[in-house]
């Protein structure tokens, strides 16, 4: 069974731009979880969906969003983008199944902002 | 809120012998998981092991065996018979019962030196 891929890997873009990581779970998962990791603040928790809804939130700004497809495919989007929006993003996902499913993460997006 | 501590920035062990990784949290519930998982320079997060808190028997998975202190709110790694392989970013992590979101330590670097 194929993993969670995310696209694309890499990714450099200037300071206002905008930008958007897509994430693609493994068959059958349902939930989708985006993390954001940077030396200084580690991984924090941005969004998860569940069935095309956004069931939890981190504490980021509104230039944050998120969107789930009926595939459970999701993308991720940060607009005006700041100097310290450089990290890798994460995704992970699940089943879920109550409470015993297991989170598994793509290789991640790393995004550099000049 | 629910915090994770992980006093050890850095760790050392050398190949073949046993090492052991700290973890401290912090939450008011009584439902809840824990995980440690393995970030290898460049590549993707994995599971290492997984403990549920209703569970007083330590989980183990190979090698790689957990002290669950449930009063004391500790959840240390042990890894034995250290390999090359091993050497990573470890992150402890905690879920909420029914929750999806992960809470993050900083992470602690294990080198093993052959």
């Known amino acids: 069974k194929a993993g969670v891929t995310q696209t694309p890997r890499y990714l450099i873009k200037t300071r206002g731009q905008q930008v958007t990581l897509s994430c693609s779970p493994i068959s059958g998962h349902r939930s989708v979880s985006w993390y954001q990791q940077t030396p200084g603040q580690g991984l924090q928790f941005l969004f998860e969906y569940f069935s095309e809804t956004q069931r939890n939130k981190g504490n980021f700004p509104g230039r944050f969003s998120g969107r789930q497809f009926s595939n459970s495919r999701s993308e991720m989007n940060v607009s005006t983008l700041e100097l310290g929006d450089s990290a890798l993003y994460l995704c992970?996902?699940?089943?879920?199944?109550?409470?015993?499913?297991?989170?598994?993460f793509g290789p991640g997006t790393r995004l550099t902002v000049l | 809120a629910q915090t994770v501590t992980q006093s050890q920035p850095e760790m050392s062990v050398q190949e073949a012998e046993t090492v052991t990784l700290s973890c401290t949290y912090d939450t008011s519930e009584s439902d809840y998981y824990l995980f440690w998982y393995k970030q290898p320079p460049s590549r993707q997060m994995i599971l290492v092991i997984r403990?549920?808190?209703?569970?007083?028997q330590n989980a183990t998975e190979n090698r790689f065996s957990v002290n669950f202190q449930k009063a004391a709110k500790s959840f240390s790694l042990k890894i034995s018979d250290s390999q090359l392989g091993d050497a990573a970013m470890y992150f402890c992590a905690y879920r909420k019962g029914g929750s999806e979101k992960l809470v993050f330590g900083k992470g602690t670097k294990l080198t093993v030196n052959p």
């Open positions: 403990q549920e808190a209703y569970k007083q």
């Open positions: 992970a996902s699940s089943i879920p199944s109550g409470n015993t499913d297991t989170q598994y």
